[in-house]
């Protein structure tokens, strides 16, 4: 099993530009979760999915969006970035302990 | 929302020494999980506890499940440099989300 992947690793973007960051894990897992992660903090929790379909706003889901088409995949969609939206992202999944991917580190300038 | 008092928030130690963190709430949690994370990488699972009073051991690292089910322990015995890092506890109820300690940054001098 690959676990849990992340791409892309490293992105820049401009203010105002879009992206999606892309999750996938191939461990039949039906939660997925998306987490920020800023310098020297813990992580915030941003969107969540208990399965295929569903999704529900986490603690910090303002500028972001996702969707939950297939057990495998879960996005996560910035529309408009901000500075603000700097920070290390985090994707993870589990039925019972939960699995990190590696993390995609964005640059909003 | 919920939130979980990690301590000490950071630790500098010197290299054999033991090593003890704890994480404590007002909530009660049917799973404690402990996680580390090192530089860049994202957060890797060391220890899962579900039983109150549940004591588990993963090599040199031991952490037990709070009888009263709000809080838990970490232990690292006979520190080593490859355990430099941030270890993060995270409390579970049930099919609920999982709720994050702040984290403790241990960094250890040869």
């Known amino acids: 099993n690959a676990g849990v992947t992340q791409t892309p690793k490293f992105r820049i973007l401009k203010i105002g530009q879009s992206m999606t960051l892309q999750c996938t894990q191939d461990?039949?897992?039906?939660?997925m979760y998306w987490y920020r992660q800023d310098p020297g903090m813990g992580l915030k929790l941003i969107y969540y999915s208990v399965g295929a379909g569903i999704t529900d706003k986490g603690e910090v889901p303002n500028g972001y969006n996702v969707s939950r088409s297939t057990t495998e995949d879960f996005p996560l969609r910035l529309e408009l970035a901000a500075p603000s939206q700097t920070s290390v992202y985090f994707c993870a999944s589990r039925n019972y302990e939960q699995y990190f991917g590696p993390g995609t580190r964005l640059t909003v300038t | 929302g919920q939130q979980l008092n990690q301590s000490p928030q950071s630790m500098f130690i010197q290299e054999g020494e033991d090593v003890s963190m704890n994480c404590t709430s007002s909530?009660?949690?049917?799973?404690w999980l402990w996680y580390k994370q090192d530089p860049g990488e994202g957060p890797v699972l060391l220890i899962a506890l579900y039983k109150a009073g549940e004591l588990t051991s993963n090599g040199r690292l031991t952490a037990q499940f709070g009888i009263t089910r709000k809080d838990s322990f970490l232990n690292i015995s006979a520190s080593i440099p490859s355990d430099v890092g941030i270890y993060f506890c995270a409390g579970q109820q049930g099919a609920q989300k999982l709720v994050f300690g702040q984290g403790t940054r241990l960094t250890i001098n040869p």
């Open positions: 909530s009660i949690f049917n799973t």
């Open positions: 461990m039949n897992h039906n939660y």
